[in-house]
């Protein structure tokens, strides 16, 4: 409430056409003073302290009025309409540095053309006090924007590369920093884009996962379960499985990678077709094993071989021979063996648990092949050539 009363100055008085005693004269005069005095002091305190809608200009004060508070609270204010500062940097040239100062705006905005430098000017709010900014950085082409080390999650960002510098393909991006210990530390937080997060271990089951660069893989296995696009699986830089919109499988890759084992590339514990199958080469077959006996020899065929080739070192007919049919096989194995020379008597035998039937010695003919077939419910080898 204002001390200025203006109650307490007599305006009827002096009264004219008659004596009037100075006492009065001396009230109102005083009353005039005090009043005066009272009315400098709020006007200096509302210059000091109001906040203004526009300058003061013709009563002692020019310029648009600063209204700087000092940090004062303001409790349940009800904004309409509230805007806040922009500051634009322009454009700077390929390695030059910027320094963004909280006071110059909180949405500031630059352009840069190559690889730039940013820092922040020490004028944060003190310690206790929270604030933020947004910076919109638009790029003319691939930008590498290295921030100070004050801001502490830069490795959350897309296209981070080492300590605080980030990648940025041509575009526009919009980053909010923000302190609450006057810029000894300042998060960064990507207003635009998602955030490039590594997850480890089992974190549960997503619905959906949109990625729009390359899928990092740090296992060995993909579960995939639906139906869409084609699935890759490329671990070593050349597409090995194809899954084209999970009808057709294709195997594409033939060079294992460097820690690959030995043996075939992918390996089956079976396979159903339904319709025909198609190569486009020649047959591969499961496994040979190759052998250059002399007369009398005894050869054991391993398990996973499908076809035995003797060749007599002699290069000439053999008198005698004994092979052995493997001992592990699944039912409706076949294998073969041929002679590049005849052996007039070939000695087929079981392994120890199976059998053969018939079970006699051949008469192998030059350049000709016999062929067995196991049945596993009886445990035996016939003789189908």
Known sequence: MSNINPQNIDGTFPIAGQDNNSQGFRDNFTNTINNFTFAAAELTDLQTYAVLKGPLGSVGQSGTPTNTMNYTYIT??????????????????????????????????????????????????????????????????????TLPSSVTNVNSLQGYTSGTSVSLPTGVYVFEFSTYNAGSTILINDVLRNYN???????????????????????????????????????????DVVLTNNTSLWLLDTTPT????????????????????????????????????????????????????????????LATGNITLPSANVDATIVTVSATYGITALTVNPNPGTAVKPSTTINLGNSSSITFFYHSSESTWYRLS
């Open 76 to 145: 349940q204010p009800q904004l309409l309409q509230a805007v806040e500062t922009k500051y634009d940097f322009g454009t700077i040239s390929t390695g030059a540095s910027f320094q963004v100062d909280w006071t110059q705006g909180h949405f500031q905005t630059i352009a840069v053309s190559g690889t730039a430098t940013m820092s922040f000017a020490a004028t944060w709010p003190a310690t206790n006090l929270y604030t933020r900014l947004r910076l919109q950085v638009t790029t003319a082409n691939t930008t590498v924007l």
């Open 258 to 317: 460097t820690g690959a084992t030995s043996g075939a590339l992918i390996n089956y514990g079976g396979a159903a077709i339904q319709g025909n199958l198609y190569t486009g080469g020649a047959r591969i077959m499961g496994g040979y094993q190759y052998s250059s006996p002399t007369s009398g020899f005894s050869l054991t065929i391993n398990n996973n071989v499908e076809r035995l080739i003797i060749d007599p070192s002699t290069n000439n007919v």
């Open 197 to 239: 997060t590594e997850i480890s271990g089992n974190v549960g089951n997503f619905i959906t996962a949109n990625i729009s660069g390359n899928l990092a893989v740090g296992g060995s296995i993909i579960t995939y379960a639906g139906s869409g696009a084609n699935i890759t699986l490329d671990p070593d830089g050349t597409a």
